[in-house]
């Protein structure tokens, strides 16, 4: 399969992924180009600021979560040799597992999918500094997939100076550069970007980014670049896990909103796909769960910074209450975990009462509790057959007194374990987000669980 695709990846995180990647995805959209978009890695935010620009959803792909082949048939699902993918890379090109390893780095994704990279260094303050800096990551480029650069925070003379020079000495493209201007930076905060609905005039800020990058950047050259990308072999790997009628189809209720926003498209696409029905709800705005739900699925996002308008929601916390006491399966992750417990404090002190499912107290630690990626074996085995284990990430600064102890997660890059994550029969619950294709079997549980609860209320009420 001739897919044209591109990564805009970087020697370090702060460098203008983002900024870069939106302004090529909105460009090439305006062109006319059928464009699709990834993010390597565990990352909710930049996936959220493609889809603004596209318009369509984009998808993570992590070469640790999923390996090599199962990346590849991934990455490939739904696409067509019309299709022009982009892919924005993680943190620094090669920081993948623990930092030290290839899993899940932006190279590894890139050696993968066979994708040509253009690199994107952060050049303020550098003269002709920046060529070693580049010739050094291209010392390490084994497979030489580092095609060209943008250089990120650079006027024009300079540019016009220092370009032919990387050409002529690297024997790389150089696609252009990008003028440091404070309206192109996008405010971060303790979890990464502020959300694209938070940043104030996105679809301005949007534009603005994209017609500078068409000023700047070539296009053309982009564009030829990613034309050259080698062909793939169309494989598919995953296999849906046995899907049900119609009628049979129970309707797992996903939380969506402000405070929750933190999914994993691939996530919810296996639910889809496999038997179930998604349908969404606000737990800031809405009184009750969706109607006929057989299952709720609380995803991450920032309930601390809604914590006063979920707490005065009191009909959606008893509904959700009432569910979990009913034994409607529930699977809660990190955000969604906080908003389980029966109380919440903010990182001022300030105490908010949340669902009471969980009878402990959830509090701001005001550093960084866990961070990476994790496996995780469940040590009775309800929503994972006994000795399988399914992938995560963690990145909270709550924490919790209750933070389970239903399994065992233990980090892959130094073998270190703790216990984590409240399970039983219906509910699965704590701060790790996980990620279905690592173990389809997760989802299989979690649909016959559904499955089974819309059973017996049927047959209650029969």
């Known amino acids: 399969m001739q897919l044209n695709r591109i990564m805009i990846a970087a020697p370090c995180s702060k460098s203008g992924?983002?900024?870069?990647?939106?302004?090529?995805l909105q460009t090439l959209k305006k062109m006319g180009v059928r464009t699709v978009s990834y993010k390597c890695g565990p990352d909710y935010i930049d996936p959220m600021f493609h889809k603004k620009v596209l318009g369509i959803p984009s998808k993570n792909l992590d070469t640790f979560f999923t390996g090599?082949?199962?990346t590849r048939a991934l990455f490939l699902k739904d696409r067509t040799e019309a299709d022009f993918a982009v892919i924005e890379g993680v943190m620094g090109i090669f920081d993948g597992l623990g930092g030290v390893r290839k899993e899940g780095s932006s190279y590894h994704l890139a050696e993968t999918t066979g994708t040509p990279i253009i690199l994107t260094v952060?050049?303020?303050?550098?003269?002709?500094?920046?060529?070693?800096?580049?010739?050094?990551?291209?010392?390490?480029?084994?497979?030489?997939?580092?095609?060209?650069?943008?250089?990120?925070?650079?006027?024009?003379?300079?540019?016009?100076?220092?370009?032919?020079?990387?050409?002529?000495?690297?024997?790389?493209?150089?696609?252009?550069?990008?003028?440091?201007?404070?309206e192109y930076r996008l405010e971060s905060r303790h979890l990464?970007?502020?959300?694209?609905?938070?940043?104030?005039?996105?679809?301005?800020?949007?534009?603005?980014?994209?017609?500078?990058?068409?000023?700047?950047?070539?296009?053309?050259?982009?564009?030829q670049i990613a034309q050259n990308a080698p062909?793939?072999?169309?494989?598919?790997?995953?296999?849906?896990?046995?899907?049900?009628?119609?009628?049979d189809m129970p309707v797992i209720a996903v939380a969506r909103d402000e405070a929750f926003c933190f999914y994993y498209e691939d996530n919810i696409r296996m639910l889809c796909e496999n038997g179930a029905k998604t349908e969404y709800f606000s737990p800031l705005r809405d009184k009750k769960l969706p109607d006929g739900c057989s299952a709720v699925l609380l995803g991450g996002g920032y309930p601390e910074l809604y914590a006063k308008e979920l707490s005065?929601?009191?009909?959606?916390?008893?509904?959700?209450?009432?569910?979990a006491d009913d034994?409607?399966?529930?699977?809660?992750?990190?955000?969604?975990?906080?908003?389980?417990?029966?109380?919440?404090?903010d990182k001022k002190g300030n105490s908010y009462f949340m669902a009471g499912v969980i009878p402990a107290s959830c509090h701001d630690t005001g550093k960084l509790v866990r961070f990476g990626y994790i496996e995780l074996e469940e040590k009775q085995g309800s929503f994972l057959p006994k000795g399988e284990k399914i992938k995560g990430h963690e990145f909270h600064y709550y924490d919790s007194e209750d933070n389970g102890?239903?399994?065992?997660?233990?980090?892959?890059?130094?073998?270190?374990?703790?216990?984590?994550?409240?399970?039983?029969?219906?509910?699965?619950?704590?701060?790790?987000?996980i990620y279905y294709p690592s173990n389809p079997s997760f989802v299989k549980s979690f649909i016959e669980k559904a499955k089974e609860y819309k059973e017996r209320k049927s047959k209650i009420y029969d």
């Open 327 to 345: 034994e409607m399966p529930i699977v809660a992750e990190c955000g969604g975990f906080m908003y389980l417990h029966s109380e919440l404090k």
């Open 122 to 182: 952060d050049a303020k303050g550098m003269g002709r500094s920046v060529i070693p800096l580049i010739a050094g990551f291209l010392a390490y480029d084994t497979e030489h997939l580092i095609k060209g650069v943008i250089l990120n925070r650079m006027n024009k003379s300079y540019y016009e100076i220092i370009s032919p020079l990387i050409e002529k000495e690297l024997g790389i493209c150089a696609a252009g550069y990008f003028e440091d201007s404070e």
């Open 17 to 24: 992924k983002t900024t870069i990647t939106c302004a090529l």
């Open 405 to 433: 102890s239903g399994c065992l997660a233990v980090k892959p890059a130094t073998g270190r374990s703790y216990p984590c994550v409240i399970t039983a029969k219906n509910c699965w619950m704590g701060f790790p987000h």
């Open 231 to 247: 062909a793939l072999e169309k494989k598919t790997t995953y296999t849906c896990i046995g899907k049900n009628t119609e009628t």
């Open 192 to 223: 990464g970007l502020r959300l694209p609905d938070e940043t104030a005039h996105i679809s301005k800020w949007i534009e603005a980014v994209s017609q500078e990058f068409q000023k700047t950047v070539s296009v053309t050259k982009i564009i």
């Open 68 to 70: 090599e082949e199962e």
């Open 312 to 323: 005065a929601n009191t009909a959606m916390l008893k509904a959700i209450k009432d569910a």
